[in-house]
């Protein structure tokens, strides 16, 4: 599962280059626009699941802080 930045990168130079010169659209072929679609899908798949992760490992490190709200005695 390698992303392909390459990619990504050509099309952001892409859409960037037709806001500059205030063009209205852009034309991409299918299997550039494919390529595309799959390298945003790996990167997205990615960062969920290492989002999971954290998720998941933050539940289980989980503490309990214990307050004694006691109006300043003991000071």
Same mark, same amino acid.
């Given at each position: 599962?390698? =992303?392909?930045n390459?990619q990504?990168?050509?099309?952001i !130079?892409l +859409? $960037?280059?037709a &806001?500059?010169?205030?063009? $209205?659209q852009? @034309? #991409? &072929?299918? !299997? @550039?626009? !494919?390529? =595309?679609v799959?390298n *945003?899908s790996l *990167? *997205? *798949? %990615?960062?969920?699941? $290492?989002l999971?992760n954290q #998720?998941?490992?933050?539940?289980?490190t989980?503490e +309990? #802080? %214990? #307050?004694n709200? &006691?109006?300043? %005695?003991?000071?």
């Amino acid at each position: 599962m390698e =992303i392909n930045n390459l990619q990504l990168e050509n099309f952001i !130079k892409l +859409v $960037k280059s037709a &806001d500059f010169g205030q063009e $209205k659209q852009i @034309t #991409i &072929d299918i !299997k @550039t626009a !494919k390529q =595309i679609v799959y390298n *945003l899908s790996l *990167l *997205l *798949l %990615k960062y969920n699941n $290492k989002l999971e992760n954290q #998720i998941s490992n933050s539940q289980e490190t989980e503490e +309990v #802080i %214990k #307050i004694n709200l &006691d109006g300043g %005695k003991g000071w």
